[in-house]
């Protein structure tokens, strides 16, 4: 692989994601953008060749008639493209809760030191804060998937405390057998958290712990735009940047109109290291 000269966050995250992604393994994704982008990334550049998806929308394994078609939303003829079956929000759900789905990837708001994820609320709920969308599938997704990957923006605001809003159950409030407690099928919960710096994942104890940060980052950097402070790896790895050949099938294939092209900063290489353009 040839590491990139050039790209934006966005493209950053879907790479790193899309290298974690298990050959063989079913994920159920939410609606378009980078969660679905990461999987046929993986798929399309031979990481994980068998790996397939399951949509909010209950589409499973489909074939997405790209370039054509924005894998940006779902509820789509050609999204769902030569899919092994058809079915509802019902049919993912059901697939989960029978332990068939292995993986779930998820956008957020917030998500907190137990990976809680927040999409409902920001504030003190009901009245004085902001609501928005909400989960949609994402709360299934989270409590019923064996592991879920969160993909989100690092952010001060975006790490925090405690979520104001739990729209998808994390560890809960962090103690043994939370989910369990709660009804959630046991062995399942978080298990990656990626943004465009950093890569954590759990420890032990179901604390977030940080494990890598990218090459045009430091620690301290991340650690300034995280408002909860995360555990520490005893080693923190340099994550490897994109290369060219990814972000060649990335722009050609999947992101054909460019919807990522604008979403965070550029990073260039430049005097023999990565920095942030501008």
């Known amino acids: ?30 609606g378009g953008g980078g969660p679905m982008y990461a999987v046929l990334l993986a798929q399309r550049m031979g990481y994980a060749p068998n790996a397939q998806y399951l949509t909010e929308d209950g589409v499973l394994a489909p074939q997405p008639l790209l370039p054509f078609d924005p894998i940006q939303t779902m509820v789509s003829a050609r999204a769902g493209y030569r899919a092994l079956q058809w079915g509802t929000m019902n049919t993912a759900q059901d697939y989960a809760a029978l332990g068939l789905v292995d993986y779930g990837i998820l956008n957020t708001l917030q998500v907190d030191q137990w990976g809680n994820i927040n999409s409902t ?51 809960l409030d962090g103690s043994e057998g939370a989910r369990e407690r709660a009804g959630l099928p046991a062995g399942t919960g978080p298990w990656r958290v990626v943004t465009p710096w ?81």
Not at 3 to 22: K, M
Not at 150 to 170: A, C, E, H, W, Y
Not at 230 to 244: F, G, K, N, T, Y
Request: charged share 30%; hydrophobic share 40%; proline share 4%.
């Open 1 to 30: 692989m040839t590491p990139a000269t050039s790209f934006n966050e966005r493209e950053a995250l879907v790479c790193q994601t899309a290298r974690l992604i298990d050959d063989g393994k079913l994920y159920w994704v939410a």
């Open 121 to 171: 609320f920001l504030g003190e709920y009901p009245d004085a804060g902001r609501r928005f969308g909400g989960p949609g599938g994402a709360d299934s997704i989270a409590a019923m998937c064996w592991r879920t990957i969160l993909m989100t923006d690092q952010d001060r605001r975006k790490f925090v405390d405690r979520v104001d809003f739990i729209s998808s159950p994390g560890f």
């Open 198 to 278: 950093a890569m954590y994942d759990y420890d032990a104890d179901r604390r977030l712990r940080l494990i890598g940060v990218s090459a045009w980052v430091t620690v301290d950097e991340v650690l300034a735009e995280c408002e909860h402070k995360p555990q520490m790896a005893a080693e923190i790895c340099v994550l490897e940047p994109p290369s060219e050949e990814e972000l060649v099938v990335y722009r050609s294939e999947l992101d054909v109109r460019g919807q990522t092209a604008d979403a965070g900063a550029w990073i260039v290489y430049q005097d023999g290291r990565y920095v942030r353009a501008g």
